[in-house]
């Protein structure tokens, strides 16, 4: 069965029971800012799941396409990881539930797939006894339904919006790809006997940024299987997606052209996968509108390129990843237009990309080999191959890997975080607008201005809001740490807030709470800045620029500005320092920095060519890109910057200015947070009031609380020693309850503690003690257990294994591994027939390795 086939008769089955078919939304989500991609199905829906629109229709059916950049560095180290893949859903608004959704899903793969239902297994979540009674019901018996956690059963589109439990069918291969072991289903971790080939997500809450769950209104049902996955089951291709109609004109295309036939070299395989995947994956971003960049979408494109050309000069010399966007669009074109109209636009940025890496990968291959050749690699020497040549830091590490030599990532992601945030402080070095026409800023000189309407468009998904772009506006829009500025537009008949402003290559884009067709082109309005709010965020960025300056003239030359955030209740400042600040030299920057504040400094701005403004001691960011003309912003003699930001007239604006200690954010690289004017008083009046009541409860005065809280330390540590002498008494049999059994001249224990005991392991080791060092002890404490087995037999009876047995009847989660495992979330109330059942494994499995 092909995979066209397998598509139309998706939606077919679902159009049949009344479920609107609609095509696929872009890759790039509409009015979406959680996402950076369409991750899943439901993607499009969320205003319908949430509540905030009222869906047209009470059931949808799609084919979506989908990109997951997560799985980027493991495509082809296996038949069934993607990046781009499309996702077959259907979709309930508050219609039917799971009494539905659970028949359909088996329906389909049984009667329209022919998939033989013997080798359906359904995984459900732990508390989800609905489903399991539904899944009875319609054919999967019950010792083919399995019960798991969040970590297999709970799903969300991203870190907030809707989410629920879900229901996954699972397809079994056969008993002949079995690990053997008897707890062997779905999810196993030893074998890759089943395969997931469907998601049923229940979504029942909104979850919020803090993880709070909210109850939606009305339920739904959002389903997902992959195209690519359902067809290679379909098919029998157990090696997996790679064998299917879908990737193998893609994979023979370059197999042919470098002369190494498919499925003889592993290596040449795995490359041959890469390379299908990214093309398809680059060619459908590029259609929908992303562009090579270094951030963002863009960088996720190149990245996906940069890495496809590296196997593909793994493969052979002659093989070039753009010669695969021709076949993509054969491929996909019928049902995705958009990759097919564009085919010679999206292979000619292919190529371009491909000529651009190779001056890189030459240049940085120079300079990577004798790195490599010395057997270390800092994350100074990676970000550099990075952030000067070109070279993807991916590409960097996986070469590394090749000569043993370890890359720390973390640190390497920590830089370019810096990087990400540097201020950008040139008033020139605009992209090209990507929509609307060019805006004249006029916010340095005033807070109104008269305006006209020069575009709106829609905001997708949300109707009572607009884009809108003017000719020229007084509202900064965020950019160089500086967040945007918020206010009104009135016109006449109207008034709405703009509520976030953001540059779009030379336009400015106000987000704007009305409906689009309220504006028009030509419209006259009336723009006025929200002046308090201006005001605040103003005096945090002057304040940025002082402390910059006092950092300067306490710690050095050499404490220079890496980024900053500037909010109106707020700033944070990033530097470059080898080491932490003493607190006398925080002191002393605090003391300096409110002391220029105080001295009330007159700002004086002035725009000048770059080598003039550098000449006349003007500050500029490390590694920054500006324009021929420059704005420099001073204060007084002392701070003189170059920035493109607003600022207060003097610097006795700003009232009061209150510094955090500063930590480390990465490699060299420190954090100082402030609070400047209204702010920093809120924030004394609130420590003023903290210090009353911690010394009204501790019954004594602001000045002695430092002594009275040291000696309630001193205290605390006294009892601590003293609780833990207790525990000690209690481990070595004082009183805890403890069974014991003989198996096969293993002493098997298990003693139950007090819940809310931390400490399992030493009651193990005690117990194991008594039992002279030969047997396997088990506590328990509440819903929360640990497993210590005797060195001289933890070969035979692994802690990881026992701790699996253990679980079969307790339920829970956990793992093990050598000696010791650990596990929490059980059932107490079946502690002792798990006891039982671990004696008869152990038995078992050591009359089995006699």
Known sequence: MTSAEVRQRFLNFFKERDHKVLPSSPLIPFGDPT????????????????????????RATTCQKVFRAVDIDIVGQDGHHLTFFEMLGNFSFGDYFKEKAIPYAYEFLTRELHLDNGRLWAGIHNDDDESFEIWKKTGIPEERIRRFGDEYNFWAAGPTGPCGPDSELHYDWGEEYSCGRPDCGPNCEYCDRFLEIWNLVFITWNRDESGVRTPLPKKGIDTGMGLERITAVVNRYRKGVFETDLFQPLIQHWAEEAGKPYGINPDTDASLRVLADHARGSAMLLADGVAPAN??????????????????????????????????????????????????????????????????????????????????LNPQEVFYLHDTLGFPIELTAELAKEKGVNVDLEAVAALMQVQRDRSRVSTGGFTAPLAGSSSRFVGYDRLESDATVTDVFPVAAQPDQADVFLDETPFYAERGGQTADTGSLSWKGGTARVTDVQPQGEAIRHRVEVAPDRLKPGDRVRAVVDAARRQAVARHHSAT????????????EEAVQAGSSVQPDYATFDFRFPRALTADEVDRVSRLLNEKIRANLVRRVEELPLDQAIKTGAVALFDEKYGDLVRVVSFGDWARELCGGTHVERSGEIGLALISNDRSIGAGVRRIEMRAGEAAELQVRDDERVLRELGDALRTGPAELPARVAGLQAEVKRLEKEAASLRQKLATGGGAQLEEADVAGVRLMLQRVDDGEKDLLLFADQALNRANGNGVAIVVAGRNFAVKVASPLSERLPASDLVQAFRQVVGGKGGGRGQVGQGGGIDPARVGEAFTSLQDYVRQHLKEHE
């Open 35 to 58: 996402l950076l991609f369409t991750s899943a199905g439901m993607v499009p829906f969320k205003p319908y799941f949430l509540g905030q629109t009222k869906p047209p229709f009470p």
């Open 295 to 376: 951030d963002g979408r863009g960088y996720v494109l190149r990245r996906l390129i940069r890495r496809g050309m590296v196997h593909a000069r793994r493969v052979g010399p002659t093989v070039h990843l753009s010669s695969g966007v021709p076949i993509v669009a054969r491929l996909l074109g019928e049902v995705y237009p958009e990759v097919k109209t564009q085919v010679d636009r999206i292979a000619e940025v292919v190529r371009s990309e491909e000529e651009r890496f190779g001056v890189a990968l030459r240049q940085g291959m120079e300079r990577l080999q004798p790195f490599l050749e010395r057997g270390t």
């Open 545 to 556: 620029h002082l402390l910059h300056r006092a950092l300067r003239d306490v710690l050095g």
